[in-house]
């Protein structure tokens, strides 16, 4: 079969933008060659649109392979390179210089920086979720420290991580990070569901997961356990608070950003109405969610807000640090400031009897429902604000325990 060559020529152009552009760039690309070719007019590039692929023979004269169907619920990139990959196969005196390796590998460097993001799963007893991992180039077997990252609605790692920058923030304080992925399956929008009973409470539902990733990764590598830390943005950071309300063992500080407090909600109305509520009252009564820990014990907390966040009311912040801290010692110091050609700020630092700083709140002033200080490689960002991934990582620092994880 003869392939058009201005088809060919279209697709090492799509090769070409989703190795400078991303996955998104690239559909597009393909969905013009595909149009041009023939295809019927759509909005979106077809799950799998190999099928306009010869059958042609491998070299070593086995058909060319089709799309497994796990591929469908790849990461965009990783489906697309495969496919880019049978492109070669099926022409590969015409596709021969398409460096699709290349490809793959400037995505990683570009998300890890010096140090590697590797692909990982975890089973327990509550389920199973995927997860990357961010393993610094400092690191040589030595215990480091881990900060557990929560996507937030419509996310995955990948988005995360690049919206963040958190990779690079932990190449710089040789730190592992890593990512847990939540499932279409779970819930349809990618929430962590925060919000039901059974996934507040230890042991049970996606924290046991969540837990358990934490363990698998102290498991394989050397892991300073008396310095693990979880953060997340929106449902992610609202799950964030559940898991430091629940293993308070495990984690030794959580950073809560754009999030909502610990069993304020015990099903979706509930949610929407803690989200969009100044007011906001725990309903563990309702949902029989205690937290592990009594609530007179603080846990160290560093929250960001933006004070025209529309999705999740900047009240949900205060009452996320209050009920970390009920009852801090010195009360709050509070400093103004504001971000080069960005946003200006105000931070609260909390400090306990003893002087020690155990809270930090951060509101952005102007700013909407996105990571402060993110890039725009990832989804909700906003690159105007402080940096919240240094932040955090500068407060956990200051934060930890000697004692072992459970």
Request: hydrophobic share 40%.
């Amino acid at each position: 079969m003869k392939i058009n060559e201005g088809f060919l020529a279209q697709m090492r152009e799509a090769a070409r933008i989703l190795q400078s552009e991303g996955p998104m760039a690239a559909t597009a690309a393909i969905q013009r060659a595909l149009n041009g070719a023939g295809a019927p007019e759509q909005t979106a590039a077809p799950a799998d649109w190999t099928r306009y692929l010869p059958k042609a023979p491998e070299p070593d004269g086995s058909p060319a392979p089709h799309v497994p169907e796990t591929e469908a619920g790849a990461h965009p990139h990783d489906r697309m390179r495969a496919q880019l990959h049978r492109f070669q196969r099926a022409w590969p005196g015409a596709m021969a210089d398409l460096e699709v390796e290349d490809v793959q590998a400037r995505e990683v460097v570009d998300l890890a920086g010096k140090g590697r993001f590797l692909s990982g799963s975890c089973t327990s007893h509550a389920g199973t979720r995927a997860y990357k991992l961010y393993v610094p180039s400092g690191y040589t077997g030595q215990a480091l420290p881990l900060v557990v990252m929560l996507h937030g609605c419509t996310q995955h790692p990948d988005d995360f991580a690049a919206g963040t920058g958190m990779n690079a923030a932990a190449e710089e304080r040789n730190c592992f990070v890593v990512y847990p992925a939540q499932t279409k399956g779970a819930n349809a929008s990618n929430c962590w569901n925060w919000f039901n009973a059974s996934d507040q409470r230890r042991d049970h539902g996606e924290p046991a997961i969540i837990a358990d990733i934490t363990r698998a990764i102290i498991r394989d590598y050397a892991i300073d356990t008396g310095r693990i830390y979880v953060a997340g943005l929106s449902a992610g950071g609202a799950m964030a608070a559940v898991m430091g309300a629940t293993y308070p063992d495990l984690y030794a500080a959580i950073g809560i950003h754009s999030g909502i407090p610990y069993a304020v909600a015990h099903d979706m109305p509930s949610a929407f109405a803690a989200m969009k509520s100044r007011k906001l009252k725990a309903s563990a009564r309702k949902t029989g969610c205690k937290p592990a820990r009594p609530l007179g014990h603080a846990m160290p907390v560093i929250v960001f807000h933006g004070d025209c966040d529309a999705t999740v009311d900047c009240a949900n912040g205060e009452q996320a640090l209050a009920q970390c801290v009920p009852s801090p010692g010195a009360g709050g110091k509070t400093e103004s400031g504001r971000i080069p050609d960005g946003r200006s700020y105000t931070r609260t630092v909390v400090h306990d009897a003893q002087g020690k700083v155990v809270a930090e709140k951060w509101i952005v002033h102007g700013a909407g429902h996105a990571w402060s200080g993110g890039s725009s490689r990832g989804t909700y960002t906003d690159p105007q604000g402080p940096d919240a991934s240094r932040e955090m990582l500068r407060f956990f620092g200051a934060h930890g325990r000697n004692r072992t994880a459970a």
